[in-house]
């Protein structure tokens, strides 16, 4: 029995650097902590204060004041930034790299992200980009919580070639995380994920702007008269907008084709309200009523009400990961 106890409590990896400590990065340090998944964390931020804040936080064994620095002998860099600046800081750690050393990230866009770094890194390194699909609207140091990934998926998305040992222990890492992983290629993540989680950030910032620009409904009443469904638009419309701006730039071709679907659907609901036929609107709206059952049923969401989340202002509110990606 002694013996099984010990080897749950080995580490996955030795040292782990976290580079960009927002939502996602801060997640990964509580929850590696929490599990013991490293036997050591270093991490970085950009912004002087938000590295203070992480030692205040007592997020990380060590913050450093570079992104070179905190990825010099690591055994797994993860890092943790907007995925417009993933290749700049891939050629900035690149020379402090150890052999062997494995490479990650947590993207909402793949192809993009091995296009921008993969170039900049060793050939004795193994990169394995991820996509942990966990994140709420807050951002920063603070947001971040140990359970964020618990039940939710992270997809890596690892390019021909790579070793699959690393892969294998990537896997286990975010397997200790309390994630279920799934690998998937590159492009078809992407197009996945336009429709699962990027065009709906794209609809939910286009409604609430348009409420916003209406002349004959003030803020006050924008605000005052919200109902449940536009309540969850402003909440994923308040996410990071340096993220979501470089997520619809790295991922143009499959947002733009889900788009031109969702438009061709959109009209066909357009036609069926101007010519009152109400037996398609009744059968459309089965359908996503069984979706977002089956959602519930595999445990991505709960039935509660609300959308799921608890009550405002009760004692033991926690937050709830919603599925899509934050992190960047």
């Given at each position: 029995?002694?013996?099984?106890?010990?080897?749950?409590?080995?580490?996955?990896?030795?040292?782990?650097?976290?580079?960009?400590?927002?939502?996602?990065?801060?997640?990964?340090?509580?929850?590696?902590?929490?599990?013991?998944?490293?036997?050591?964390?270093?991490?970085?931020?950009?912004?002087?204060?938000?590295?203070?804040?992480?030692?205040?936080?007592?997020?990380?064994?060590?913050?450093?004041?570079?992104?070179?620095?905190?990825?010099?002998?690591?055994?797994?860099?993860?890092?943790?930034?907007?995925?417009?600046?993933?290749?700049?800081?891939?050629?900035?750690?690149?020379?402090?790299?150890?052999?062997?050393?494995?490479?990650?990230?947590?993207?909402?866009?793949?192809?993009?992200?091995?296009?921008?770094?993969?170039?900049?890194?060793?050939?004795?390194?193994?990169?394995?980009?991820?996509?942990?699909?966990?994140?709420?609207?807050?951002?920063?140091?603070?947001?971040?919580?140990?359970?964020?990934?618990?039940?939710?998926?992270c997809i890596l998305t690892p390019p021909p070639g790579t070793d699959a040992r690393a892969v294998e222990k990537v896997r286990r890492f975010w397997e200790a995380l309390g994630a279920n992983v799934e690998i998937m290629?590159?492009?078809?993540?992407?197009?996945?994920?336009?429709?699962?989680?990027?065009?709906?950030?794209?609809?939910?910032?286009?409604?609430?702007?348009?409420?916003?620009?209406?002349?004959?409904?003030?803020?006050?009443?924008?605000?005052?008269?919200?109902?449940?469904?536009?309540?969850?638009?402003?909440?994923?419309?308040?996410?990071?907008?340096?993220?979501?701006?470089?997520?619809?730039?790295?991922?143009?071709?499959?947002?733009?084709?889900?788009?031109?679907?969702?438009?061709?659907?959109?009209?066909?609901?357009?036609?069926?309200?101007?010519?009152?036929?109400?037996?398609?609107?009744?059968?459309?709206?089965?359908?996503?009523?069984?979706?977002?059952?089956?959602?519930?049923?595999?445990?991505?969401?709960?039935?509660?009400?609300?959308?799921?989340?608890?009550?405002?202002?009760?004692?033991?509110?926690?937050?709830i990961p919603k599925p899509y990606a934050s992190g960047d």
């Open positions: 029995m002694e013996p099984a106890v010990a080897e749950a409590a080995k580490p996955i990896f030795e040292r782990l650097a976290i580079i960009g400590v927002g939502l996602i990065g801060s997640s990964i340090a509580r929850a590696a902590r929490a599990q013991g998944a490293v036997r050591t964390i270093v991490a970085t931020a950009r912004s002087p204060e938000t590295r203070r804040r992480v030692v205040e936080l007592g997020l990380a064994d060590q913050v450093v004041d570079s992104n070179a620095a905190a990825a010099a002998g690591a055994d797994l860099v993860i890092v943790c930034v907007p995925v417009g600046a993933c290749g700049a800081v891939a050629a900035e750690i690149a020379p402090k790299l150890k052999a062997g050393a494995v490479v990650s990230d947590v993207g909402s866009v793949k192809s993009a992200i091995i296009r921008d770094m993969a170039p900049h890194l060793p050939k004795q390194v193994h990169f394995v980009p991820a996509h942990p699909v966990a994140g709420t609207e807050q951002s920063g140091p603070d947001a971040g919580f140990a359970e964020l990934f618990q039940n939710r998926w290629d590159p492009a078809h993540h992407d197009l996945t994920l336009a429709i699962t989680s990027h065009v709906p950030h794209l609809i939910a910032y286009n409604i609430v702007g348009t409420a916003a620009h209406l002349e004959q409904v003030t803020s006050s009443e924008v605000i005052k008269f919200s109902a449940g469904g536009f309540r969850d638009f402003t909440r994923i419309a308040a996410s990071d907008p340096t993220m979501w701006r470089d997520v619809f730039l790295n991922n143009r071709e499959a947002v733009l084709e889900m788009l031109g679907r969702f438009n061709e659907d959109l009209a066909a609901l357009t036609r069926a309200i101007r010519m009152g036929d109400g037996k398609t609107l009744f059968d459309l709206f089965t359908r996503t009523r069984g979706i977002r059952r089956s959602i519930i049923e595999i445990g991505q969401e709960t039935a509660e009400p609300d959308f799921g989340r608890r009550a405002h202002g009760a004692e033991t509110e926690a937050p």
